[in-house]
């Protein structure tokens, strides 16, 4: 390349490489703004749900409480002092409710646990009328209380005379006030809300300020029309708050099961909401613009000399490198052939006879050399890949013959460690459209390992199965397995398993990495599963020909 052409593609390739980091430190920017809104929506809706539950626990509480004050002996004769005293001091007791009482069939107070000096009756209250019609639990709506003056939520209960006559009915009032301790307990992130809301848009809690805010109608404000714009359900709106803040709100029904109940709010500032976010956003983008000025001088002063020279340096070393494994490779592969041819000579005899330690010898002279070849054959093969120069012949053969013919040829290997060779079947067989060479090639590799790594005495079980646009062949065995942690690189050239290097198994480890490039080259592909100590199942899979 010329050094001009050099640079404009530099430059292309330095633009290419940022303007990807720029995407990306965009949409790590909006997915922190969104896991923060995320997060404190979800932590909102937690809140919410608790305030909820906190209602319903006492409103589940109160029934059993009421239906026990209905049954004493003042609240029965409707000893109006005896009654008076005891719900005082049950009040002292109980700070769930901030009044009991009790009122007779016309709805007139005749027992109160905090004193009053007015004539008092709530004939027209919701919780009344309910108890009276319906002899039993009922919960009004909120409301100012008559003896209390504030904000609460009535529970009556009736109760009757030993005539089993209605006398009248025993009620509890709840405070809404307490939502208030409860915001400040769970310590809301600053700048938060927490806000109970009717539908009639009447402030019934607040927190903070809730002196200024409690009793306040806000049905024209924004953050009103957002709430009970839609159905009573839970949910999470954006909206501007009482205070004109914008705010996150996540709400829930105080009481889901009341048609009317009102809304329990709680609303976190948007500002403070993203504020860390912003920062950290912030940093990572001046982080990005000094990589950004750095790589663009690096590229502009230092390119030519740091990347030019040196690629043009390792691209020679690599050719030289592929010229000399090629090279010793063509070379030793004929001397080898020869030295083969003698030692089989001399093993047969016919230089004269041989003792048995000279026959040991040469059958140790055989197997190195037949190792030696197999070495120089992987690395011819491993050459060839490097230089695009792999032939692959299209062609069909019968998966069954091959598999067969393989494991006769490795039959004497196993032979030799008393190991058993299974094969098994199954499917409707189908000719492999492939190169026959180079399956049965793959074939005899991943078998060879089988020996090679399995015990004596063991076996090893060679499937093939069939399927209209498949066949798959799987090598089984039961030997030492493959350590976890060393699985995902068992197919990288000249890499050995602790496990087999420490057993001194003779090996290359080219020939996984032989098999998944012919297997690939062929549209096919291998892939194992292993368990240290346990075995392994390398599996060949390969496309069918068409019928």
């Not at 539950?53 to 609240?75: D, G, H």
């Not at 066949?471 to 350590?483: H, K, N, T, Y």
């Amino acid at each position: 390349f010329s050094m001009a052409s050099f640079s404009r593609r530099l430059w292309f390739f330095v633009c290419l490489i940022l303007l990807p980091l720029f995407a990306l430190a965009a949409f790590n920017i909006y997915s922190q703004y969104q896991q923060a809104a995320n997060d404190l929506t979800a932590t909102g809706l937690s809140i919410v749900r608790a305030a909820a539950q906190q209602q319903q626990t006492a409103v589940a509480a109160t029934e059993p409480f009421l239906s026990a004050l209905a049954k004493l002996p003042e609240v029965r004769t409707m000893d109006a002092a005896g009654c008076s005293a005891l719900f005082a001091q049950l009040l002292k007791s109980n700070p769930l409710y901030v009044n009991l009482g009790a009122v007779d069939v016309n709805g007139r107070l005749f027992c109160s646990g905090i004193p009053s000096a007015d004539v008092v009756n709530v004939n027209g209250r919701v919780w009344f009328r309910r108890a009276m019609d319906t002899g039993g639990f009922a919960a009004g709506e909120f409301e100012i209380g008559a003896v209390t003056r504030k904000r609460t939520i009535n529970f009556g209960y009736p109760f009757s005379g030993d005539d089993g006559r209605m006398l009248g009915v025993v009620y509890a009032s709840l405070d809404i006030e307490r939502f208030s301790a409860f915001a400040a307990n769970i310590k809301l992130p600053p700048d938060s809300t927490l806000t109970i809301l009717d539908r009639q848009g009447n402030v019934l809690a607040r927190y903070p300020e809730p002196g200024t805010w409690v009793g306040r109608n806000v049905k024209g404000e924004p953050v009103f029309r957002a709430l009970f714009g839609g159905p009573l359900v839970e949910g999470v709106y954006e909206a501007r708050g009482l205070d004109n803040v914008e705010r996150l709100y996540a709400f829930t029904p105080l009481d889901p099961r009341a048609a009317s109940s009102p809304l329990v709010a709680v609303g976190f500032s948007k500002q403070i909401l993203y504020q860390d976010v912003s920062r950290t956003a912030a940093l990572n983008l001046a982080g990005l613009l000094l990589i950004t000025a750095v790589v663009m001088l690096i590229a502009f002063y230092g390119g030519r000399e740091l990347v030019m020279r040196r690629v043009a340096a390792l691209q020679e070393v690599d050719r030289l490198k592929d010229e000399f494994v090629s090279l010793a490779s063509h070379q030793l592969r004929t001397p080898l052939t020869a030295v083969r041819w003698l030692n089989e000579l001399v093993a047969s005899g016919t230089a004269g006879p041989l003792t048995e330690m000279q026959k040991q010898l040469t059958e140790e002279s055989a197997r190195s050399i037949s190792q030696l070849i197999g070495l120089v054959n992987e690395l011819l093969d491993i050459g060839r890949l490097d230089q695009g120069r792999l032939q692959v012949s299209a062609g069909s053969a019968d998966a069954a013959e091959l598999v067969a013919e393989t494991v006769g040829e490795i039959a004497p290997l196993a032979v030799a460690k008393f190991l058993k060779i299974e094969t098994a079947t199954s499917g409707t067989p189908v000719r492999v459209h492939a190169d026959p060479r180079l399956v049965k090639q793959i074939i005899l590799n991943l078998l060879s390992n089988a020996v090679k790594y399995s015990p004596e005495h063991g076996a090893i079980t060679v499937r093939t199965s069939f399927a209209p646009r498949l066949v798959r062949i799987s090598v089984e065995d039961r030997g030492i397995g493959i350590p976890a942690a060393e699985q995902p690189r068992i197919f990288g050239r000249f890499f050995r398993a602790s496990n087999v290097r420490a057993t001194q198994a003779e090996g290359t480890g080219l020939g996984l990495a032989l098999a998944r490039a012919f297997a690939e080259a062929m549209g096919g592909r291998v892939g194992f599963s292993s368990k240290e100590n346990t075995g392994s199942t390398f599996w060949l899979e390969l496309p069918a020909e068409a019928s």
